[in-house]
């Protein structure tokens, strides 16, 4: 019996532009093909959330020593840049499959006018950069006390007459 598979030309054309790409890295790289496969930029997932206080970014970044971590705000922009050094190893050759991504990257956020830039914290832990920008005070949304009672009888204690 025959099996037909369905030929897709879009996921042949990605595969080989994926495996052209890595031969022209490694082919070109200045350090040789095997530090080529290791030192690719890349781009660390990032959560961002809000609350009615502060507005917080999460990054992972396992494996980066804090003194390689930069943060910096600068024209409305934070800007988040970093390494993760490949750790040579005397017995490197022996290597079969380097998964994790290595060398620099950099993430940048508009930040909206909401965000007080002199009140910015930033803390590293368990490979998790986590950063604070705190609202700026006419930011926070404000409660406004709502009195019960006829309009009349409100007018009349705003302007010291009693009703």
């Known amino acids: 019996m025959t099996v037909l598979t369905r030929w897709d030309p879009i996921r042949e054309v990605a595969t080989?532009?994926?495996r052209l790409n890595r031969f022209v890295r490694e082919l070109y790289s200045p350090e040789g093909p095997e530090e080529a496969l290791t030192?690719?930029?890349?781009?660390p997932p990032v959560d961002v959330y809000e609350d009615e206080h502060n507005i917080?970014?999460?990054?992972?970044?396992p494996?980066?020593?804090e003194k390689d971590i930069d943060v910096r705000i600068e024209n409305n922009t934070l800007t988040v840049h970093g390494e993760r050094k490949f750790?040579?190893?005397?017995?490197?050759e022996n290597f079969r499959r380097v998964e994790r991504?290595?060398?620099?990257?950099?993430?940048?956020?508009?930040?909206?006018?909401?965000v007080d830039p002199g009140q910015v914290s930033a803390h590293y832990d368990k490979g998790?950069?986590?950063?604070n920008l705190a609202k700026k005070a006419e930011a926070k949304p404000k409660q406004i006390k709502v009195n019960v009672g006829s309009e009349k009888?409100?007018?009349?204690?705003v302007h010291g007459k009693a009703a």
């Open 87 to 92: 750790e040579k190893e005397e017995k490197e």
């Open 39 to 43: 030192t690719t930029g890349f781009a």
């Open 101 to 114: 991504q290595y060398g620099s990257f950099t993430r940048s956020f508009t930040l909206p006018n909401s």
């Open 153 to 157: 009888s409100i007018e009349a204690k």
């Open 128 to 131: 998790v950069l986590r950063i």
């Open 16 to 18: 080989m532009q994926n």
């Open 63 to 65: 494996g980066i020593d």
């Open 56 to 61: 917080t970014l999460k990054i992972e970044a």
